[in-house]
Every structure is written in structure tokens, then in C-alpha cells.
């Protein structure tokens, strides 16, 4: 999680993190459309004026939100071990990173996959998604290029399944739960990379 | 699909099938609750009528295009070849009926996927739907007890990071693509059975 300055303005109880953490979760709970300022400002128990202290508009809060997933997302792209070595290996940091993203930053995330690209603002994210879609499509084309990957998958077929996968984890992880992120990305690595398979299929 | 009677009452041109068909796009494209039988009737340029006379409630719709979903994936738990042989080979049939069966009825599973369970009839297709989950799950332990799948992972985890994959598939899918179902379900299978990787992992 990236550090955010802390306003001191407003109500006291709420610094603008706070408030960006529940409108986020607002906006997953009820979809962005259907979160007005008023219910969010219901939410928190705070005037809509107190809000606007913080932030100019709804789009901000969005803007702010899928800015921090893409960021942390981006960011393991640039990661030393995503840049030099084999592709598979690059590839394998890249998923694994996913992963640990996702548990990390799971209702930014979760507002980033549900973005549909209705505004300018949504259609940026959508756009920077698929950007980073494309850098991981890239790194599969290398590394079945190398020889690491079977050849016989299409690599866009491959990216998208490899992604489903990752993506739905949304649907069911908590970070409270047993299973810890690190572990969490090695199951990912098993099922995609080496398979289920205890015997070579023939 | 399933054949439906189709009734001649209504107006000329839309039998129950067709407007069964156009109220599950609607419901994919704006949601089950903000798609009202008004803008249904808009949709089909009938009278609010002219659909009561086929189906007595917007609910009644829903539970028609879930039904139809479940019965369809619950078919290939019944198919011969989910019932005998080595659970390996049972479980890779139910996944690759399962990707058919989601290229067949694109919209319906669609719709099921989307479902949160806020009604009557929403709960028991969830419910219905958790327990093919538990059925496949079942089979990824008959199948690790073999001996055929690795042991090294949760089976809960398994099955859900296989569905992951499986439904995130309603996502891009487009039947008219280059994608044929049978290709698609064998990119799963390689996928998720044998791995990505060329070579064992060390």
C-alpha cells in the first residue's frame, strides 16, 4: 500500500485514506453508478461537503482507486526479476506478483476488474489493463519462443486463461482466511505452469 | 439446448423462446434489477401484455434462463463418462463439458455467473450451482487419492482456481470467433492438467 498524505481537514475520524477505503468498498458493494455522493456521505456519517473537502468529485475517488491497483500492478513489471532472466522465469515473477497484488489490494483490484470503461476515467484504467494484459501476452510469446512453453496453445488463448484464473480470486479469497498470499501464488504457479497431472500425459 | 414449446399466442414474431432470449441479454447488458418488464416490452416493441401472456413475472423469466444453465452443466455430471473409469479422466470430461456446455448457452451461463442470491430464485440456482462446485471437487479428491493429481494443493483450491479459469471464459468468449468449443476445452485441459511448461519442473 502506497502512503497517502493525511489531510487534517474535514470531520475528525475520517482522513481522506479512510474515506477513499469506504467509497471503495461503496462502490463494490452497490456498483459505482448506484453510489451516489449522498450515500456515501451517509456511509460515513459526514455532510457531502465534508467530502468535497477531500476530493472534487465521485470520478476523483474512482480515478484515485484504479490509479493505486494499476500502479501496484505496473509495478511488478518493473521489478528486477520481471526485466532479466528467462522469460518462464519472468513470467512465473509476473503471475506471482499478480497474485500477492491482488491479496494485497483486493477491493481496489475487485473496482479494477469491474470497470466496464463507461467514462474517461474508466476507459484510462481499461486501457492500462489491457497494457499490462499485453506486456504479460508478450512475455508467454517469449518464453514459448524460448521453448519453455508448449507451442500447440495459442498465446492469447493462454494469457486470457492464465488471467481468468488469477482474476477470479477475487471472487473468493479473504485475506483473513487460512490460505496466505505467498502460498496463494504458488498454487497459481502449479496449476498453470506444471499442471495437476502427477504423470506426464502420454 | 433444450427444445421449449413454443406458443402461438402473443403477438406475431416472438415466440416464448425469442423473448426469453432477449430478456437474458437485457439482463446481462443492464442487470436483473434495473431491467424492468417495461423496458423489456420496449426491447421487443410488445405491450407489457403481450408478455404476461407467456410468462406471469419478470422472476419467472430468470428461473427459466438459470434452470436452463444448470440442467445443461448438471447433464454432464450424468453423461457416461463422468460416471465410470479413473476419476482423472471423469474430471477431465466434466471440465471439458462444462467449457462446452458455457460456448453453447454463452448468455444463460452468463446470467448464472452473475447471480448473488438476493431472491427465491437467485438462491436456489446458487445453491444449485455450489453443488455441481462440490461435485467437481469431489472428484479433484477421488483423483488425488488415485494418485492422478498432485497432493500438494487443497482441493478447494484447485477446483476454484479451475473454475476461475472455466467461467472467466464468458468474459471474451464470442461463438463466432476462430475458437471452436472442442479446441477451447482442449486449451483447458493442456492448461490446467498438464501445465504450460515443456519440461518437468526440477
Known sequence: MSEQP?????????????????????????????????????????????????FA???????LALDEALDALEGVLLEPESQTGR??????????????????????????????????VERA???????????VSALVVEARDEGSLRSDIDPRIVTRLLFGM????????????AEDPTHLADDVLAVALDGLRMLPAT
Open 166 to 177: 488469477v482474476n477470479s480470486i477475487v471472487e473468493w479469497y479473504r485475506p483473513e482466511g
Open 87 to 120: 522469460a518462464i522465469d519472468r513470467l512465473a515473477h509476473v503471475l506471482r506478483g499478480a497474485v500477492k497484488v491482488l491479496a494485497a489490494n483486493l477491493p481496489f483490484v475487485t473496482l479494477l476488474l469491474r470497470v466496464r470503461g463507461n467514462t474517461v
Open 6 to 54: 493525511v489531510s487534517k481537514r474535514g470531520r475528525p475520524g475520517y482522513d481522506q485514506r479512510a474515506i477513499l477505503e469506504i467509497a471503495v468498498d461503496a462502490f463494490n458493494e452497490f456498483g459505482y453508478d448506484a453510489t451516489s455522493m449522498g450515500v456515501l456521505a451517509s456511509r460515513l456519517a459526514l455532510s457531502k461537503s465534508a467530502i468535497y473537502h477531500h
Open 125 to 135: 484504467a481499461v486501457e492500462r489493463r489491457r497494457a499490462f494484459d499485453r506486456a
Open 57 to 63: 468529485s465521485k470520478e476523483e475517488l474512482l480515478e
